[in-house]
């Protein structure tokens, strides 16, 4: 039996008592629903076998690009989509369509009033209580004077299914809707997972739709422009919905900044680049309004832009959604929607939305206090899960004190969809944001969107969501001449912000490169020396744990002993990311740093986690200790095609901050190894041992032989390792790297005081006398010791000015009167 | 009467503040019983930009910024300002209070716009100790003029003035605990008192002229900025509606010595200067000289 023909079969099923959900599949006659007829032939062949393979790919994929969304105090997490799509045929969605662009102008258009004239408050179209009693009204942009006629650009909007195959609308975003860039990351990865269903779907692409958005934006800006500089606002790395912003961002090729990137001159918003200020004139925000300025609105925020509220009274810049359009993220709405539509463009509201009562209203408190088990009672703008969990006495005290705060709302038996769950197709019910955008002078829904499969009440997967051509001539998104774009990178950009991320890239992928090397050398001692600590070997292997522990930290606490220890170390510094120094710390380090400059790089980069994640599963699974060097090489693999990655970058300063990170950080764990390897006579045997693994774990072991022939001794190591300029893993060279980049760097003036550092470095190294520096004193050699301790303060000195002299944006926004504030007279009386 | 206003406000910090911007209430407004016949915003070190606009409620708020590198900025607003007693309408004031309640009966005149004066704020929340309160004041049936002043003459009885019992974040629980406190937080509590049970009251800023004791000399710069409250009276037969001013920390209406500069929900929509500074400093001083002269 296949997937569809077993699904067809359950859900035909008379089912006793539950709540009839229309199927978005399979007709009650068990028949396909005319959406699927064109694909039947593809997809009635597909197996179980065949899903589980998909699914697993899908994971592949996912992990490939990088793709997270992160729960509030949870961290990221991987995107999940399901592998079955959301299939609407065109006939269905013509009305979708239409009535979603009503919805979209509808929403416009009571913005520009509530902000405006405020006729639907006057008139009583809508009680006032709805939008005063609203978190999202924002005053400080409700001014006569600061009219903006356009507030909404990208609205999305929530639908669900009723019973009868109805669509219904469940809410709208506003604020700063999310998902397009999910939605866009869902449809590639499901056209590469199941290339042949996708082919024979003749379904509407999405690219076209981005370049519309890419253009709308653009023509966002106030007057004539020849050519605004776009933004997208980000609250930063840790925000839930972080890749979709950078996927939005560098899909539109605009840069994602934070709000310390901006800064407000003259009621002008300026990029803080390094000398200078850039002007920017249209913002797209996904910080919220409340956040978005520190000077007029929440004082307690960093992600916002103090005068940012100003510059747009002043028509100044253009935030895209606007400040005020928060307000319309109210199922209090919804009651008056129907009115409004009337009202505002003279013609009946086409979508209808969920049942709901306003419970200001007390008729329709009393009919929600009559129904309270049967509605879904939330605030008009809290989150409904806060009240989910009160008894229906404490939920009726909490509506009856504040009643104008709540709505009570119809729950609809949403359609259902097949979808893989636990290893099998089981029916879900689904919802379904879509987006509509403003394109030119009307409003213009995504032909497609993001469904939601609702495995339970609070976890979703996400599914792509096929709308089917009417005819396969049809242009995509019904678009034509829009004007394609071939961009798929920001801009470059160079605030201080993005620098310092990319510097951190350049450390981090170092560390973590130098640490897997050195790890492995470790390992191949362990394997043949563990259980003979006495022996050559095992003398040497307990140096080479002590240099990576000079690197990484000791061992944490309570780590297995005896012969298993060695492992049990390896384990922890591979998976372990709350040890400081180790391997998973340093990877999350380094994917920290890229997510705040993902719009800058290549997608190809995310390969990289998607190798060391695998690397990290596969140790998870497996006690055998080869699994130790298995994964610590595919972990290397991963992290050195970063290499490539940052090989075809263009030659711009972010490149140069991590070619100068890459070569401080090479420098520095040079030293460390250095001094933990060759500084104290252990024995000819040993230390030869030693030197060699020394060797191969900074890829010098060929070099070594050749110029050496093989003879192993202190001072040839030193030579290769600190002095020559030929050796890429030479201090020396790292530090004329170093150099180079350096001088390339916007605030590098020939003078500035790391230049001014590098240079007495490399003068200093250029005056060594290796023969000096192996000079022995008892089992020591005082003078290597000595220079190296030193060199390394050096070299983090070099660093920390770097530091101050580039990433350097300032002090943070403070409101006025928060620091130790001492009164000297009162105000007040 | 008519005041020349002069309000400055000093900011001192330890270190160099590279970046000031702020928002000020200082300009006072036009009302049928206050004349303003100059008002100007002057801030020091000179800004590179400083506008004058009109906010959701009326007010005058002035932004600005300063961009060249201070240890002292000082925000000082100046007005020359005609006050007469404002007048109400009887029948207004003789209304029972429960038909003063725009969320009961949202059709009243003005009522929707009354309706963001009589629902919780920042600053203003509504708990059940407030509501308690305000009950005594608010009987049934009791004309609304007649109860709020009765809860006026409460306030002022029950609490005690006391700048050391409060800070500017205070809330209104608070103030009810201490029972003490000084305008800001009676304003609040009063409007708390009366929002809890439906009426819609505003928090004014502004000034009041102090008398000097008989026989002293005015001193110049001793007087302060002050804060009252505005309960909202529906417009009766087609009328227009008011807003009855009470001063609760003086136990008074508010007559022909009250300068009216700005009202909000609370204290958080119109502050007399707030603004955001960058900087490396660790400890500020603030020196606030207000002077009401008569003249």
């Known amino acids: 039996m296949t997937v569809l023909r077993d699904y067809a079969a359950t859900v035909t099923q008379p089912t006793l008592g539950g709540a009839a959900r229309y199927d978005e599949v399979v007709a009650p006659d068990g028949s396909l629903r005319p959406a699927w007829k064109g694909l039947a032939e593809v997809a009635v062949g597909i197996t179980e076998a065949d899903l589980r393979r998909v699914q697993a790919e899908i994971g592949r994929f996912l992990s490939d690009d990088g793709v997270t969304y992160a729960r509030p ?13 959301l299939v609407i045929d065109a006939a269905a969605w013509a009305p979708v369509e239409v009535g979603l662009a009503q919805r979209a102008e509808l929403l416009n258009a009571i913005l520009v009033d509530l902000y405006g004239d405020q006729r639907l408050l006057s008139e009583g179209i809508v009680p006032a209580a709805v939008v005063f009693g609203h978190g999202g009204y924002t005053r400080v942009v409700a001014r006569p004077e600061a009219i903006d006629p356009r507030p909404l650009v990208l609205a999305a909007t929530d639908l669900g299914r009723d019973a009868d195959g109805a669509w219904r609308v469940l809410g709208d975003r506003a604020q700063a809707p999310s998902g397009i860039g999910y939605a866009m990351e869902n449809r590639r990865v499901i056209s590469r997972v199941m290339p042949e269903l996708y082919r024979e779907a003749g379904l509407h692409r999405m690219e076209p739709y981005f370049w519309a958005l890419r253009s709308a934006l653009i023509q966002s800006a106030q007057g004539d422009l020849a050519d605004p500089r776009v933004v997208v606002l980000s609250p930063g790395t840790h925000s839930e919905t972080a890749y979709d912003q950078a996927f939005v961002a560098s899909a539109l090729g605009f840069p994602l900044v934070e709000g310390s990137d901006l800064v407000v001159r003259d009621g002008w918003v300026y990029l803080r680049a390094p000398g200078r200020l850039e002007r920017v004139d249209v913002i797209l925000r996904r910080v919220d309004a409340a956040w978005s300025d520190p000077l007029e609105l929440r004082g307690d925020s960093q992600l916002g832009v103090a005068g940012l509220v100003e510059a747009v009274r002043r028509g100044r810049v253009r935030v895209v959604n606007g400040l005020g359009a928060g307000v ?7 009651p008056f929607l129907p009115a409004a539509c009337e009202a505002l463009l003279g013609e009946p509201l086409r979508l209808d939305s969920v049942p709901t009562w306003w419970c200001g209203d007390p008729d329709s408190l009393d009919h929600v206090l009559d129904r309270l088990d049967a509605l879904t009672v939330t605030e008009i703008d809290g989150r409904p899960e806060t009240l989910a969990d009160l008894s229906t006495d404490d939920l009726r005290a909490r509506v009856l004190a504040a009643p104008y705060r709540f709505v009570g709302q119809e729950r609809l038996p949403l359609s259902q969809s097949p979808t893989w769950s636990r290893g099998g197709t089981r029916a879900v019910p689904v919802t379904l944001r879509t987006f509509t955008l403003r394109y030119g002078s009307a409003y213009r829904p995504l032909v497609g969107g993001m469904a939601s499969g609702w495995l339970d009440a609070t976890t979703p997967t996400s599914k792509d969501v096929w709308v089917i051509k009417a005819s396969a001539g ?9 004007l394609p774009m071939t961009a798929s990178r920001s801009v470059p950009m160079t605030v201080p912000r993005v620098l310092e991320d990319m510097f951190w890239f350049g450390r981090y992928a170092e560390r973590v490169e130098d640490l897997l090397r050195l790890v492995l050398a470790a390992h191949t001692l362990a394997e043949d020396f563990r259980t003979r600590p006495r022996s050559t070997g095992g003398a040497s292997l307990a140096v080479l744990m002590a240099a990576v522990h000079r690197m990484a930290g000791p061992p944490p606490a309570g780590l297995e002993d005896g012969a298993g220890a060695y492992d049990a170390d390896f384990r922890s510094l591979l998976l372990d990311g709350g040890r400081a120094g180790g391997v998973a710390y340093g990877l999350d380090g380094l994917r920290d740093a890229l997510r ?15 190798a060391t994640d695998r690397a990290v599963e596969a140790l998870e699974g497996s006690r055998h200790s080869h699994q130790v060097a298995e994964s610590a090489g595919r972990m290397l693999s991963g992290i050195l095609s970063l290499q490539g990655v940052t090989a075809s970058m263009i030659r711009d300063p972010g490149w140069h901050a991590i070619g100068l990170g890459r070569a401080l950080e090479r420098a520095l764990q040079v030293c460390h190894l250095l001094a933990a390897t060759t500084t104290e ?67 590098s003036t020939g003078s500035s005081r790391p230049e001014r550092l590098l ?19 008892g089992v020591e050699r005082p003078h290597l010791v000595r220079f190296l301790d030193v060199f390394q303060v050096s070299l983090e000195r070099v660093a920390d000015a770097v530091a101050e002299v580039h990433f350097a944006s300032g002090p943070p926004p403070r409101p006025l009167g928060s620091l130790g504030l001492s009164l000297v007279s009162e105000a007040g009386s | 009467m008519r005041y020349v206003i002069d309000h400055a406000t000093t900011y001192g910090y330890d270190d160099d503040v590279t970046d000031s911007l702020g928002v000020a209430h200082l300009v006072p407004r ?19 930009d400083l506008s004058h606009d009109i906010d959701c409620y009326g007010n005058t708020a002035t932004y600005f910024q300063v961009t060249q590198p201070h240890r002292e900025l000082v925000v000082r607003g100046r007005s020359d300002v005609e006050v007469t007693v404002p007048a109400y309408d009887e029948t207004a004031l003789a209304t029972p209070w429960e038909q003063a309640r725009p ?121 302060a900025s002050h804060a009252w409250v505005a309960v909202w009276l529906p417009g009766r037969d087609g009328g227009v509606d008011e807003w009855l001013a009470i001063d609760p920390t003086n136990d008074q209406w508010v007559g022909d010595r009250y300068v009216t500069v700005a009202w909000g929900r609370d204290y958080g929509d119109v502050p007399p200067v707030k603004g955001v500074i960058f900087t490396e400093a660790t400890t500020s001083t603030l020196d606030v000289s207000v002077d009401v002269e008569p003249v």
């Open chain 1, 73 to 85: 105090g949870r961290g990221h997490g991987r995107w999940r989509l399901d592998p079955v799509p």
């Open chain 1, 328 to 334: 319309l993220e109210n199922p209090g709405l919804l």
């Open chain 1, 474 to 482: 049809d242009a995509d998104q019904g678009l034509t001449g829009v």
């Open chain 1, 596 to 610: 705040g400059v993902r719009d800058q790089l290549s997608p190809d980069t995310w390969r990289a986690f998607g």
């Open chain 1, 681 to 747: 006579r252990r024995g000819i045997d040993v230390d030869r041992e030693v030197l060699n693994a020394l060797l191969v774990s900074t890829e010098s072991a060929v070099t070594h032989r050749r110029r050496y022939r093989g003879y192993v001794r202190p001072a040839g190591v030193l030579e290769l390792l600190l002095m020559d300029a030929e050796n890429p893993r030479s201090i020396a060279f790292s530090l004329a790297a170093a150099r180079e980049h350096l001088v390339a760097l916007p605030a």
């Open chain 1, 759 to 777: 240079s007495d470095l490399l003068d200093e190294l250029a005056a060594v006398d290796v023969a000096e520096l192996v000079t022995i004193g």
């Open chain 2, 30 to 48: 036009a009302l049928a019983s206050q004349t303003v016949a100059s008002a100007d915003v002057e801030v020091t070190p000179a800004p590179v």
């Open chain 2, 103 to 223: 969320l009961v009966d949202p059709s009243l005149p003005g009522g929707w716009r009354a309706t963001d004066f009589a629902l919780p704020s920042a600053a203003v929340e509504h708990t059940p100790e407030a509501r308690a309160y305000g009950a005594e004041s608010l009987r049934p049936g009791r004309p609304i003029g007649a109860a709020v002043t009765d809860l006026m003459h409460r306030i002022h009885a029950d609490f005690e003035y006391d700048a050391t019992a409060t800070t500017v974040t205070s809330t209104v629980a608070e103030t009810l605990r201490e029972r003490a406190g000084v305008c800001q937080d009676f304003a609040h509590l009063t409007i708390a008192c009366l929002r809890t049970h439906g009426l819609a009251a505003r928090y004014v800023s502004g000034y009041l002229a102090t008398e000097p004791p008989p026989g002293k000399e005015r001193i110049v710069g001793a007087d």
